[in-house]
T-cell receptor, first 113, second 115 residues
Framework: GESVGLHLPTLSVQEGDNSIINCAYS??????FIWYKQESGKGPQFIID???NMDKRQGQRVTVLLNKTVKHLSLQIAATQPGDSAVYFC????????????WGLGTSLAVNP | EPEVTQTPSHQVTQMGQEVILRCVPI?????FYWYRQILGQKVEFLVS????????KSEIFDDQFSVERPDGSNFTLKIRSTKLEDSAMYFC?????????????FGAGSRLTVL
């Protein structure tokens, strides 16, 4: 079946360090991937997205890398700050005329001051 | 910044009762969605809605579920006869058409507890 999974359920980093959150996906036909951040008591918040025809995309302090060969997605956060503490979800969209996102379980990022 | 608002933030109901969760999507968005998240589990797609009709639904979205856009601003999810396993956080989301259509803006969620 289709699934998106995360390698590390929890990640603890020191403030100022770089964070890398990994995600594996199983549907090689997915054409779009997206990272969301969810803070406690809030809904998921868009961070960054990438289409399957790209390998890398950069935002402000965040970079998403896509390796289609091994069906792996990662989110890199530079100079991690306490405000980055949250659960991070990757999600994939199967190819085609649909709007369904398939979500991973989530990785909890804890930033230590 | 525009946001999606959901009410109630928390609802407790007895098994078998009907529940309506309400959402006000972003005003210029045309796609609307419901997702749910059972505690400690994945976020799961329930349904997408466009042009006053369901465009896609998951196997979770059975006959006990329905959605409606009763007016120009609200988008509702109704569960006709709640079951214990319906206990979850329900998220409403909306998105534009065209560029950025896949970027969903989520509300803060409505927590449903079925006793």
């Amino acid at each position: 079946g289709e699934s998106v999974g995360l390698h590390l359920p929890t990640l603890s980093v020191q403030e100022g360090d770089n964070s890398i959150i990994n995600c594996a996906y199983s549907n090689s036909a997915s054409d779009y991937f997206i990272w969301y951040k969810q803070e406690s008591g809030k809904g998921p918040q868009f961070i960054i997205d990438i289409r399957s025809n790209m390998d890398k995309r950069q935002g402000q302090r965040v970079t998403v890398l896509l390796n289609k060969t091994v069906k792996h997605l990662s989110l890199q956060i530079a100079a991690t700050q306490p405000g980055d503490s949250a659960v991070y979800f990757c999600a994939e969209k199967p190819a085609g005329n649909n709007r369904k996102l398939i979500w991973g379980l989530g990785t909890s990022l804890a930033v230590n001051p | 910044e525009p946001e999606v608002t959901q009410t109630p933030s928390h609802q407790v109901t007895q098994m078998g009762q009907e529940v309506i969760l309400r959402c006000v999507p972003i005003s210029n968005h045309l796609y609307f969605y419901w997702y749910r998240q059972i505690l400690g589990q994945k976020v799961e797609f329930l349904v997408s809605f466009y042009n006053n009709e369901i465009s896609e639904k998951s196997e979770i979205f059975d006959d006990q579920f329905s959605v409606e856009r009763p007016d120009g601003s609200n988008f509702t999810l109704k569960i006709r006869s709640t079951k214990l396993e319906d206990s979850a956080m329900y998220f409403c989301a909306s998105s534009r058409t065209g560029v950025g259509a896949n970027v969903l803006t989520f509300g803060a969620g409505s927590r449903l507890t079925v006793l």
